[in-house]
């Protein structure tokens, strides 16, 4: 077996993220029309083919004993298969080798990244069973998903992107939302424009379907349910907001480019996860570069589907100071540039207040920080999440950062049975104490605190408990 | 299992050397004859020919899961020719086998056999010009095929329920394919079963990697590769990985206790050989065994777990074995009550290792030929001590009804006078000095032979259901190897609460050590709607205990260490001593 082990070491990519369908390839010979979506899309067909009727096969063999939830991940040794059922016989799949780690990552984490991948793509296409229903072939499927997955590949394959560090941050909250919570007379300036806005008629018509308030990563406000909240804030946050800072602080490369005309061909052919495709157009509108508002043209806006209602809008960003308004519009209303223009006139005024009120509290709260402790608090019903910053988490052993990952895991475990309290020490002077009750869970991390035993740390967890979380965790 | 009494220890003779070379030579079928007849002859009710004609319909009706696990596949249409030839069902009521699988015996797996030999011969005309990857492609959707099926048919079938109900499954193939044991139902029905079992792990080994766990639902299944073995573990009892994988490294410990390590040679050298008929017989000594996890921490603490008994009663034991031990030029020597230790006599620069006395008292305790002999001598492989030879075990029961039973063992293969002279005076010794009494009225009282909590002084955390919060604890002494707890009493009175204490202490076990034992965590309190767990690594001691859900954490710590206070107090009674 030397060869072909050699032979595999060369040639398996770190990280392999697949779509399938179930239903389809059962003639002989066409087990590759299973496969609706690879990363990386140079992957040899035969390969891909392999993969997928392997994990057919380990499905069809843990459903032997449990029919219910048949293979949810696979560990091997020297990789990590993590399956996630997406849609009816639509199957998304993960295979990370264990060389692609940095650090302990729970299957529930790398599950997770699964979701959010099916949630935007979602947000972005509709539901993938219509792209199939649309084109039987799965033609469409496949050039949509093609171009998703290559981006998403992008995020979570490189030890630069977003998506891989927040998976190695032990205190990240991954899919959720996370919230800041604001001053009254703030929270009461953000409501007022987002209602002023929701309600502004422009030509006899409301363009403005919803409405979501970001500043920065944190979310303020949205019009929209949980899910859709945390998969357009997704968005933003992988392409929208690298785009504006990228606009804002451009680097010397991007300068000298900037002028070059090529570059604007280039853009039309981007995804829109990607953030070179998305552009900063006075007075501070985000657009998909390729779409442009030159010659009173009406700017193209990308189609997202909302979840809860079912319906399609255009997502047009807002960008002022720290902030970024994400406007969703009509499916009909064409973003001419007179819209564009009484959008930014009803709302840039206010906004511009609000990122400066924001920065200056942000500032105040040291962005979530709590001296004295690490910590991750999710909130599994508003998809909401408040954790110490990552460059905080950083500073954790790794020794501490094993312990914390080894309980989360824990909790993950115990998702389903209800109620549970996990406290435990390192092995140096660690102590991790995590509850989760109901949809809350909290993770506290007390390292090199000195305490001595259970009680002591359970106390000193209590008491930040009840000064920063009051009422959440009874 | 005639074998293993006195008189025909003789039988025995051709030790590790003879035994390698007698199963090296000649064809599989003599050898499982030859081996059959020095494993004691009962492996098999039916006649050799009648169960290899059926085997054989077997090997070729999964021959195209052989050929998916990447194994030779020019013998392809000969065995799915034999497949036309000899009707699987048939054969398979001929040998009355299969019967008991819960699935329905032979039907569903001959079913099995059906679809992938319908399948089978499309699929290998097309896998010929195929080599490599697309080779590994069409392996994968055919695998996936087959798995499906078998899904399906063990699906289809009302009796599978029950066998798919179990809380655990244990399987051992050869990597061959060939099935060697199975914890429920019987190894030849579930040949079809089995072969994809081997067929996936075959596949990703091809991968350049080695299948390890999946996760499904509630349940987990653990593979392990041990030599030319595929053990395979399935559970729903919320039991970790480590702890499943240690049980898996332990059933093959065990296959060496009863075979050496030259069945694993054997079956590296002849891979087309039936494993299974080298078992003849032990299997329900292993099924003991694998039940035994569900009741008892020693596998997973590497400890044993002492008899409760009187001070002084406990050092005549002691004296007695050790002089038995002397005498008899023995190299260790156990006095057993059921699956505690009353004595050990050992040397102190070879102690025995937990897992090889765990080993020893499953095979004495789990065959019934030893209970039914006055005194028997039989080979047995202590995989720790080595893993290559055989130590030859004097077994005789003091006490039937009470499990007294003295195990001796030499190197020698010579030694049964010896050590039965020994032994004689040994139970003189004893019985002179009330010794058998002491232990049966150790068993009477409550808590037999154990720690219990009701009797217990309040102040440990004893007391009368209601009274108390504490409701069932494990002590370790890691320096002695050994652990305590207490018999079950209420509220675990109940088997499907009692069932579930053990994965309890499992589950914070596998979070506080590594599996090469370093400790990671050294406290650990969990609580949720049914229990609380609490553990910890003290100086001297290791805990583990469980209380009702809703007592105080502080409370726990407390009781605890006033428990382990308590404990530390009583060691004479509760440990025995280093010896020798």
């Known amino acids: 077996m030397a060869a072909p082990k050699r032979n595999q070491e060369r040639t398996v990519s770190p990280l392999q993220l697949c779509i399938f369908d179930t239903r389809r390839g059962k003639v002989e010979g066409q087990e590759a029309d299973r496969v609706l979506g690879f990363h990386p899309a140079d992957a040899d067909s035969n390969e891909q083919a392999s993969v997928v009727g392997l994990v057919q096969a380990m499905s069809a063999f843990s459903s032997i004993f449990d029919q219910e939830k048949p293979c949810e991940s696979m560990h091997a040794e020297r990789s990590v298969w993590v399956t996630h059922e997406c849609e009816p016989s639509l199957w998304m799949l993960l295979i990370a080798q264990r060389s692609w780690f940095s650090g302990p990552v729970r299957d529930e984490a790398l599950r997770e990244t699964l979701k959010q991948l099916h949630a935007v793509c979602t947000l972005l296409n509709g539901p993938l069973q219509r792209l199939l229903d649309q084109d039987s072939s799965g033609k469409l499927a496949r050039k949509v998903l093609g171009g998703l997955l290559a981006q998403w590949g992008k995020h979570l394959g490189s030890s630069r992107g977003a998506l891989y560090q927040a998976l190695h941050n032990p205190l990240s909250g991954r899919e959720a939302v996370p919230w800041l919570p604001l001053s009254r007379p703030l929270f009461t300036g953000v409501q007022a424009l987002v209602s002023r806005l929701l309600v502004a008629q422009v030509g006899g018509a409301v363009p403005v379907q919803g409405a979501l308030l970001m500043h920065e990563q944190w979310c303020l406000w949205s019009s929209l349910d949980h899910a859709d909240t945390a998969s357009l804030v997704r968005l933003a946050s992988l392409a929208l907001l690298p785009a504006a800072h990228a606009a804002e602080q451009p680097s010397l490369g991007s300068r000298i480019t900037s002028t070059l005309r090529w570059q604007e061909a280039d853009r039309a052919e981007r995804h829109v996860l990607d953030r070179k495709a998305w552009c900063l157009v006075p ?53 001419a540039p007179e819209l564009l223009a009484d959008l930014a006139q009803a709302a840039l005024p206010a906004l511009n207040g609000i990122a400066q009120g924001t920065a200056a509290e942000l500032a105040a709260a040291n962005q979530w920080h709590i001296p004295g402790i690490r910590y991750v608090y999710m909130d599994d019903m508003l998809l909401g999440v408040r954790a110490s910053p990552a460059s905080k988490a950083a500073t954790l052993s790794r020794d501490s950062q094993a312990l914390v990952h080894a309980v989360r895991a824990d909790l993950d475990e115990a998702a389903l049975r209800g109620d549970r309290e996990v406290i435990v020490r390192g092995a140096h002077d660690c102590w991790v104490v995590a509850k989760k009750v109901a949809c809350r869970n909290i993770a506290i991390v007390l390292e090199g605190r000195g305490q001595e035993n259970l009680s002591d740390a359970a106390k000193t967890a209590d008491k930040y408990l009840r000064s920063h979380f009051e009422g959440l965790l009874e | 299992m005639s074998s293993f009494e006195a008189p025909s220890f003789a039988a025995w003779e051709p030790t590790d050397a003879r035994g390698a070379d007698g199963l090296g030579k000649g064809s599989d079928e003599e050898e499982g004859q030859e081996l059959g007849v020095w494993r004691g002859g009962s492996h098999e009710s039916v006649p050799t020919s009648a169960a290899g004609s059926s085997l054989d319909s077997h090997a070729a009706s999964s021959y195209e899961l052989r050929c998916i696990g990447g194994d030779a596949p020019e013998t392809a249409l000969h065995q799915l020719g034999q497949a036309g030839g000899s009707p699987p069902v048939q054969s398979s009521l001929d040998t009355g086998t299969g019967s008991d699988v819960g699935t329905a015996g032979a039907e569903p797996d001959d079913d099995i056999s059906a679809v992938e030999a319908s399948e089978a011969v499309p699929a290998s005309a097309a896998a010929v010009p195929a080599p490599g990857e697309a080779e ?15 899904a399906v048919q063990v699906g289809q079938n009302e009796d599978s329920l029950e066998w798919r109900g179990r809380r655990k499954h244990f399987f051992v193939l050869s990597n061959a394919g060939r099935p060697v044991f199975t914890a429920h139902g019987s190894e030849h029905a579930l040949a079809g079963f089995m072969a994809i079992i081997d067929a996936m792990m075959s596949f990703v080994k091809n991968r350049g990697d080695s299948l390890e766990t999946i996760r499904a639902g509630k349940h987990t299944i653990v593979f392990l590769e041990r030599g030319p073995l595929y053990l395979v573990a399935v559970s729903s009892t919320g039991e970790p990985e480590a702890a499943l994988k240690l049980q898996l490294d332990l059933l093959h410990a065990h296959l060496l206790a009863i075979l050496t390590d030259n069945f694993d040679r054997m079956l590296a050298r002849n891979p087309r050989f039936e494993p299974r008929r080298l078992l003849g017989g032990t299997e329900d000594v292993l099924r003991r065994f694998l039940a035994s996890f569900d009741t008892s921490p020693s596998a997973m603490l590497s400890a044993f777990e002492p008899l409760r008994l009187a001070a002084d009663a406990r050092h005549t034991v002691l004296l007695a074995l050790q002089s038995a031990v002397k005498r008899s030029e ?58 290559s030879a055989f130590l030859h075990a004097y077994v005789h029961y003091l006490d039937p009804e009470s499990g007294l039973c003295l195990v001796l063992l030499s190197p020698q293969q010579d030694a049964f006078h010896r050590l039965a002279d020994s032994a004689a005076r040994l139970q003189r010794q004893l019985a002179e000095s009330g010794v058998p009494q002491a232990i049966s009225a150790a068993l009477k009282v409550p808590g037999r032979g154990r720690l219990h909590i009701p009797s217990m002084p ?64 050294r406290v650990h309190f969990t609580r949720d709607d049914s229990r609380a767990v609490l553990a910890y690594i003290g100086a001297e001691y290791e805990v583990y205990a469980q209380f009702d859900a809703l007592l105080d954490r502080n409370a726990a710590v407390a009781t605890c260490q006033r428990l382990c206070a308590w404990i530390k107090g009583q060691h004479a009674e509760l440990f025995v001593p280093p010896s020798f």
């Open chain 2, 458 to 521: 309040a102040a440990a955390g004893g007391g009368a259901v209601g009274t108390t919060a504490l409701q069932h604890f494990i002590y370790k002494a890691p320096a002695r190897g050994q652990y305590v707890m207490p018999d079950f009493t209420a509220p675990l009175s109940v088997p499907e609460l009692q069932q579930e204490v053990m994965p309890a202490y499992a589950r914070v076990h596998a979070a506080m050590f590594s599996e090469a034992g370093h400790a990671r965590q």
């Open chain 1, 283 to 335: 007075p501070g509108f985000l657009l998909l570069s390729a779409s442009g508002t030159e010659n009173g043209r009406a700017a193209e806006l990308p189609q997202i589907w909302l979840q809860e209602s079912g319906e399609r809008c255009g997502l047009l960003g807002l960008r002022a100071g720290g902030c970024l308004l994400l406007l969703l519009l009509a499916e009909r209303v064409a973003a």
């Open chain 2, 136 to 150: 590994a492609a069409f392996r994968a959707s055919s695998l996936g095929r087959a798995a499906s099926s078998a």
């Open chain 2, 330 to 387: 023995a190299v260790y020597g156990v006095l057993l009550a059921g699956e505690r230790v009353v004595g050990l006599a050992q040397p102190r620069a070879h102690a025995l290792h937990a897992a090889d006395l765990l080993l020893l008292s499953s095979f004495v305790l789990g065959s019934d030929s030893f209970r039914a002999a006055a005194e028997s001598f039989s080979p047995i492989c202590l995989p720790r001590f080595n893993p």
